[in-house]
């Protein structure tokens, strides 16, 4: 196998049902009183990480970039399989972003051209080798990551205080890495979070602009407000009126939004039951890795 490439990686979630396991943690967590707490903390986190530059918010707004995000940060962090360096190569990336299919090779270029665009990664040769090259995240990438934990860790306090997990993110300067490392090895290892809800990431990930759309609505309905106008969440985001549009449209299709005759959204039940779950998945996945040292 050439030296830049992926090695097989086993998980202790991965046999014995693992991601049966998430399911089951998730579910505990919807059942928790907090939880409807919980999910309002996370939903406003997520708009305010969705609150970027136009260029920035381009790397998250589909699943696939940000799983070229996820891969990058893994495979950079975990130096106890990978070296010094690091394991962040391009022969890396492209095997664990095509081996499941997740994401195309024209994403994975387009991807890593936009993170060095911004600012998010460079390019850099091996000390020890000098034919190997090497992405590296900057100092602005692991700002990009905390302000992305943020939300997740307010979240889990909601439903675990005493798990301290903000204490744990601002006063831990390995916590990040920890948590990058034991997350990455999981999804590299077992199906991704994502994987246990396809319909509703195949909308929600995979349509540029749905995911700040679906979060305005569903803002919206846990607060009972109005929700902003179609050219506000196009400001908002970094978007056009008439992709939020087409993605009102499509969403209404698909039974994720109910548009009465003030062409206004809402959510169904089938949207705040999906976006329940998923948020719950995310949270189990997160709490599995984000432990102290």
């Known amino acids: 196998m050439p030296a830049d490439r992926a090695t097989p990686m086993q998980s202790s979630t991965s046999e ?8 089951a943690e998730a579910a505990r967590l919807r059942a928790l009183p907090a939880f409807p707490g919980a999910v309002r903390e996370y939903t406003v986190g997520l708009m305010r990480f ?14 696939a970039r940000f799983r070229v995000n996820g891969y990058l940060l893994y495979l950079h962090a975990d130096r106890e399989r990978f070296g010094p360096d690091g394991g962040a190569t391009y022969g890396r990336l492209y095997d664990l972003c095509t081996r499941r299919s997740e994401v195309s090779p024209r994403s994975l270029k387009t991807t890593l051209a936009l993170l060095k665009l911004t600012g998010f990664v460079q390019s850099v040769r091996s000390e020890s080798d000098r034919r190997s090259k090497f992405y590296r995240p900057t100092a602005r990438m692991f700002g990009f990551v905390e302000q992305w934990l943020t939300y997740a860790v307010r979240a889990l306090d909601a439903l675990d205080p005493q798990a301290r997990r903000e204490a744990m993110l601002r ?14 090895r999981d999804h590299v290892a077992n199906e ?8 509703f990431i195949g909308f929600f990930g995979a349509r540029e602009g749905a995911a700040t759309v679906i979060i305005s609505v569903m803002l919206a309905d846990i607060d009972a407000s109005t929700l902003p106008s179609r050219g506000d969440i196009a400001r908002r985001f970094g978007l056009s009126k008439s992709q939020v549009s087409n993605i009102i449209v499509e969403g209404a299709r698909l039974g994720f939004f109910q548009v009465g005759a003030t ?9 705040r039951d999906s976006y329940r779950q998923w948020i719950s ?3 189990a996945f997160y709490a599995r890795h984000m432990q102290p040292a």
């Open 281 to 283: 998945i995310e949270l």
């Open 50 to 63: 969705r609150e970027a530059p136009r260029l920035i918010n381009k790397l998250t707004s589909y699943d």
């Open 192 to 199: 991704p979070p994502a994987g246990r809800m396809p319909d």
């Open 263 to 271: 062409a206004v959204p809402t959510a169904t039940p089938h949207l």
């Open 171 to 184: 006063d831990d300067p390995a916590f990040i890495e920890r948590f990058l490392v034991s997350g990455g």
């Open 16 to 23: 014995g049902g693992g991601e049966d396991q998430l399911l």
